[in-house]
């Protein structure tokens, strides 16, 4: 069993920058694939990141790619989505997910590919 649990989410305003956690607990946290969704108000939960269990290998939404960046420290077992150039678009929950499968690939864009999830944080961006 895997917790995992989100933070760093805010307010700030368009064109800034946060920076959310997502802190995982489980042993087996170096060999997950980890991603971070997103889900506006009376939207779809949708992709944003993803990134395999070595690090070396990332996928990007079309919509936050050249602005956001994941990474993950497998000795600490966290996982970061580091956001800039934060537009009002951007406002949403974001959700920090695991897949116990550590092939890489287009799976993980979609979120059935996910086997935990944290609580999500809220990060709201004002114009």
């Known amino acids: 069993q895997v917790q995992l649990v989100e933070s760093g989410g805010g307010l700030v305003q368009a064109g800034g920058s946060l920076r959310l956690s997502c802190a995982a607990s489980?042993?087996?946290?170096?060999?997950?694939?980890m991603g971070w969704f997103r889900q506006a108000p009376g939207k779809e939960r949708e992709f944003v990141a993803a990134?395999?269990?070595?690090?070396?290998?990332?996928y990007y939404a079309d919509s936050v790619k050249g602005r956001f960046t994941i990474s993950r420290d497998n000795a600490k077992k966290m996982a970061y989505l580091q956001m800039n150039s934060l537009r009002p678009e951007d406002t949403a929950v974001y959700y920090c997910?695991?897949?116990?499968?550590?092939?890489?690939?287009?799976?993980?864009?979609?979120?059935?590919?996910?086997?935990?999830w944290g609580q999500g944080t809220q990060v709201t961006v004002s114009s």
């Open positions: 997910a695991a897949d116990r499968d550590p092939r890489f690939g287009v799976e993980a864009r979609t979120s059935r590919a996910y086997d935990y």
């Open positions: 489980g042993r087996t946290f170096s060999t997950y694939t």
């Open positions: 990134i395999s269990w070595t690090g070396s290998s990332t």
